[in-house]
């Protein structure tokens, strides 16, 4: 849907190259929501989808190996009825549209082979998506520029899609900015952070702008605290290689829990258009406070799992380092020096094989300044939150007290909410389909901006410096709630972590 409209046309006629065509994204995630989009009716019949890769590969067996992918992971999830995820009438149709280019990323002849080929099809428009190691960003983006490929006219759209990790630190990623910058315009580049395909992430956004009673609490005066949260039961699979590289920190903050918070701290875009949305982020997350490297020791938390609940400790999983000092859990406070947040302390949590998967966000209001009830203290109230639950059991609650029915006097916890389960029927999604959608479409908002990104890593940077010099790594049980250290983070100021669910 095309942001601020309801439209839901077809996108435009397209050349999707997947560079990277035999890799996990392609299997998991881009195939399978291509698919959804068909489907829904929402490629036009000149979507050309053309993998690229260096397997040698024919047409007909790309296509059928693409199949199997959607399927396997439809069965996945569905034991039951997986085998019938794909409607044959829909995938015959996206078949026929479907291509293969063997390819070294690093050989000019591939790209002659990617110009011809979007000759071949009839339609100008092309979107490069990068679903390659980080390593091929600037080398693709370089060749696919000299090749003159991202060279636009009014028929024919050039967008280049990068994935993530966008860079490592700061000075990396600035770099990869200006080398892209090199080569084609910002308007051309969108760069993902898959968060912002969430229906409930994009949903924080409409809630808050659309309905006129958030504004009025939704500040220093009434909120306490913002708990961040995004926990998961899964360890590091089959990602130990590159996971021991990054760690929990650079995997998770300055793109997915940043977007999160960005979507609760934001000022009110003056549209929904993608200048003013990503304008706004870029100054929220701008306006985090730089911690000096002591501060940043003293605010944050990393810690790896150790083996328990049956499950094997990171240092024992397949192609980590056995000395890893990776973290693999990470919790912690960050301020927003301004004018609506001054004062209030952001918590932010993520970790690798903890009890649940949960992904949060809970908003811990002021308390009531004065208790009237008989034998109630005032600091026997519970505070009231607003969790907004991004998933699993995607929805928003608010947290009240209220009086159980008797004589005596009292207090319940009861919950005020709404489930999207309730009320919308949403279907098989991977988050992906409103982003291919976007990039088809032209539309940004649901990217991240060079500004965006470089503002992510600067406000994680202290973290690294300090962690740089420092060895401690705490250890938490696989399995559990996380490392105490990081209940310590919190009731150091008189607070405590929002109980996982
Ligand atoms: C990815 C990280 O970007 O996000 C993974 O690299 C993580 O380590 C994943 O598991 C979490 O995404 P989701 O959609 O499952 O919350």
Redesign the pocket.
């Known amino acids: 849907m095309k942001r601020g409209t309801s439209k839901v046309d077809p996108a435009p006629p397209c050349n999707l190259f997947l560079f990277g065509a035999h890799g996990d994204l392609v299997k998991r995630l881009l195939m399978p929501a291509l698919y959804n989009l068909a489907r829904d009716g929402l490629l036009d019949d000149n979507l050309h989808i053309i993998g690229v890769d260096h397997n040698e590969v024919g047409d007909h067996e790309f296509a059928e190996r693409l199949k199997a992918f959607i399927l396997e992971q439809a069965k996945a999830k569905d034991p039951e009825h997986g085998d019938k995820a794909i409607a044959p009438v829909v995938w015959e149709r996206l078949a026929q549209r479907i291509s293969y280019i063997t390819g070294d990323f690093t050989n000019d002849d591939t790209y002659q082979a990617i110009g011809r080929r979007i000759q071949e099809n009839g339609t100008g428009n092309a979107v490069f998506y990068l679903a390659t190691s980080p390593r091929f960003f600037r080398e693709v983006s370089r060749r696919l520029g000299r090749a003159g490929l991202l060279y636009e006219q009014p028929e024919a759209y050039r967008r280049v899609v990068v994935e993530?990790p966008f860079g490592h630190d700061l000075p990396s990623a600035q770099a990869l900015n200006r080398d892209l910058l090199q080569d084609m315009a910002e308007s051309q580049i969108y760069r993902i952070d898959?968060?912002l395909g969430?229906e409930t992430v994009q949903n924080i956004m409409t809630s808050r702008f659309s309905n006129g009673i958030f504004e009025a609490f939704w500040n220093n005066h009434y909120i306490d605290h913002v708990q961040i949260t995004?926990a998961?039961t899964?360890g590091v699979e089959s990602?130990g290689n590159f996971?021991d590289s990054i760690g929990a920190l650079r995997?998770?903050v300055p793109?997915?829990l940043f977007q999160l918070l960005a979507m609760v701290a934001m000022e009110p875009p003056a549209a929904f258009g993608a200048d003013a949305v990503r304008g706004e982020k870029a100054k929220v997350i701008g306006s985090i406070r730089p911690w000096t490297q002591k501060e940043a020791l003293d605010n944050s938390v990393r810690a790896q799992y150790q083996a328990g609940n049956g499950q094997a400790g990171y240092l024992e999983e397949p192609k980590v380092d056995p000395a890893s000092r990776t973290e693999t859990y990470v919790a912690l406070k960050v301020m927003v020096d301004n004018w609506r947040w001054v004062g209030v302390p952001f918590y932010l949590r993520t970790g690798?094989r903890l009890t649940v998967r949960d992904?949060e966000i809970a908003i811990c209001f002021k308390q009531a300044p004065y208790a009237q009830f008989r034998d109630t203290e005032v600091n026997q109230l519970k505070p009231n939150y607003l969790t907004i639950q991004i998933?699993p059991n995607e929805g928003m609650w608010f947290d009240l007290q209220a009086k159980r029915p008797g004589q005596a006097l009292v207090m319940e916890d009861v919950k005020l909410g709404f489930a999207y389960k309730d009320y919308f029927q949403m279907g098989p999604s991977t988050?992906y389909e409103t982003l291919i959608y976007d990039c088809l479409t032209g539309d940004q908002t649901l990217f991240q901006r060079a500004d965006n990104i470089e503002n992510g890593w600067r406000a994680v940077q202290p973290f690294l410096d300090a962690w740089a010099e420092a060895d401690e790594v705490s250890g938490y049980t696989a399995g559990s709630d996380g490392p105490a250290e990081a209940d310590e983070l919190l009731a150091r100021d008189g607070r405590r972590w929002h109980s996982l669910s």
């Open positions: 993530k898959h968060y969430k995004a998961e899964v990602r996971y995997d998770m793109n997915h690798k992904t998933q988050g």
